[in-house]
Nanobody, 115 residues
Framework: QVQLVESGGGLVQSGGSLRLSCAAS????????MGWYRQAPGKQRELVAS???????TYADSVKGRFTISRGNVQNTLYLQMNALKREDTAVYYC?????????WGQGTQVIVSS
């Protein structure tokens, strides 16, 4: 069973930075694409950033220039560097990965940006 575990969330002041991490277990096959989604209270889950097997990245317009997605050296690890955080970035952030057509999700990590 593929499991994804996120870490690195927390409380940060506006303008600050956080780095989210995601580690997958239960598979020797490379997950691709992998990505980060977020869900704010009362809102739908939205794509934040994704990365494909050839390292093509996609960002939501709202985070371009502030967030950076990257893969780790260990297979099936994923990072999201978040800089210049804004209050509207407050949400639960989820890691996702696709293996052979099936999407897997982590439980999420909370990010709260205070003014």
């Amino acid at each position: 069973q593929v499991q994804l575990v996120e870490s690195g969330g927390g409380l940060v002041q506006s303008g600050g930075s956080l780095r989210l991490s995601c580690a997958a277990s239960g598979t020797v096959i490379r997950l691709s694409p992998m990505g980060w989604y977020r869900q704010a209270p009362g809102k739908q889950r939205e794509l934040v950033a994704s990365i494909t097997s050839d390292d093509t990245v996609t960002y939501a317009d709202s985070v371009k220039g502030r967030f950076t997605i990257s893969r780790g050296n260990v297979q099936n690890t994923l990072y999201l560097q978040m800089n210049a955080l804004k209050r509207e970035d407050t949400a639960v952030y989820y890691c996702t990965g696709n293996r052979l057509g099936a999407d897997y999700w982590g439980q999420g990590t909370q990010v709260i940006v205070s003014s």
